[in-house]
């Protein structure tokens, strides 16, 4: 595979990037007890990191396939750094709230101009690879993130922030002596707008399923510890053993068989797969009251959240020609969507009933799939060509 090193670089930036937000997951309640923070609070912080994201990425987006990904990627790594710094110095809530801000530009940053920058580089077949190897360096800095935070906490609760900055400069730092990016050529005829792309038949269904589906995603993965907790009386401790767990299979999956399941039935049928086996094992885990099935069904779902979301990527990438960070920000920016929306109604309906939120993440997760029935293997292999 060629460009060994800049793939290299690419996947330890973001690595080390997942690694400092899982650094600061153990510190958050701690953070909001300290600081006498309402959970509104806290609710606008994510909403404001996820706005933020949300409005930046089609622009970044944009400008990185104009302009080129590496300079983008060294200011998004800078970014995120004075992000976790001002959120590790903020004693006001303002502060807390700016970061968040620049945390999110940052994230729009990062995420669609690493993944362009990996698609620019790697063949058609080699593809489903790379992208399988993104998934796994955040699933990864998922799993070590948060392990590491704890103990961290132990020397000072504003510590893993300190330490995420530090590990935005290291990232900093490898873009700019390792990244190496060809001159940009344009061919005028290839450059649409965003609501251009999105009208196109071969990207319309795939956004459609990314705006409905990253509903869903979000609303599970936002109340799952509640949910666990009060339906099945999981400690915190079983939480996390669960959440761990789940993050090792699917970093497995992602490093050694992504490529295997792609080349096997494509990303539409992987995609279709996932979203079935999702919407049937939610549904498993509001009707059983056995742990060990909740646990297992547990695995299959995020398994399946955690392979849809690279495939979704890998099948926009094949065919995106010149409009690679626009693609890549528009899929940011409809997950940001997602993650703005899907745990608010999760909340709303879990005030009403505990078992609401999951019926509707059933609802959703069966609507996408749905719609993924009408995609066409032929608009995939003209992707391919």
Not at 172 to 185: M, R, T
Not at 198 to 226: D, N, T, W
Not at 349 to 369: K, R
């Amino acid at each position: 595979m060629q460009n060994k090193k800049v793939l290299a670089t690419l996947i330890a930036n973001l690595f080390l990037v997942f690694v400092g937000i899982g650094l600061v997951v153990p510190v958050m309640p701690v953070i909001k007890t300290e600081m006498g923070l309402s959970g509104t609070t806290m609710g606008m912080l994510v909403s404001f990191f996820s706005v933020a994201q949300l409005l930046t990425s089609p622009i970044v987006g944009r400008i990185s396939d104009k302009s080129g990904r590496k300079n983008l990627i060294i200011l998004g790594m800078l970014l995120y750094s004075i992000s976790e710094f001002i959120f590790a110095t903020g004693m006001n809530v303002w502060m807390l709230y700016l970061s968040r801000i620049v945390g999110g530009i940052a994230a729009a940053m990062i995420m669609p101009s690493i993944t362009s920058f990996a698609a620019d580089v790697t063949s058609l077949p080699e593809r489903p690879k790379v992208m399988g190897w993104i998934s796994a360096a955040i699933s990864g800095g998922f799993i070590i993130g948060p392990g590491l935070g704890g103990l961290l906490a132990g020397i000072s609760d504003r510590m893993p922030f300190f330490v995420a900055g530090f590990l935005g400069v290291i990232g900093c730092i490898f873009a700019v002596f390792c990244l190496k990016e060809e001159p940009k050529v344009h061919h005028e005829k290839e450059k649409v707008g965003s609501y251009q792309i999105i009208r196109q038949k071969k990207y319309f269904l795939p956004f459609l399923v990314i705006l409905i589906s990253s509903f869903g995603l979000a609303a599970f993965e936002g109340i799952y510890g509640i949910f666990m907790n009060v339906t099945m009386k999981f400690t915190p401790q079983d939480i996390s053993l669960v959440v761990v767990i789940s993050g090792l299979l699917a970093l497995v999956f992602q490093l050694f068989l992504f490529d295997f399941l792609i080349r096997t039935i494509g990303e539409i049928g992987l995609i279709r797969l996932c979203f079935l086996a999702s919407a049937i094992f939610v549904g498993t885990m509001l009707f059983t009251h056995t742990k060990l099935l909740v646990m297992l069904a547990t695995f299959v779902v995020f398994l399946a959240f955690d392979l849809v979301r690279p495939a979704i990527t890998t099948y926009l990438s094949k065919g995106a020609g010149e409009n690679q960070g626009l693609l890549n920000g528009m899929n940011s920016s409809l997950t940001s969507v997602g993650n703005i929306v899907g745990p608010f109604l999760a909340g709303v309906f879990l005030d009403i009933n505990y078992a609401y939120p999951y019926l509707f993440v059933v609802f959703v997760l069966t609507i996408t799939f749905g719609c993924t029935l009408f995609w066409k293997k032929e608009e995939l292999n003209k992707n391919e060509s």
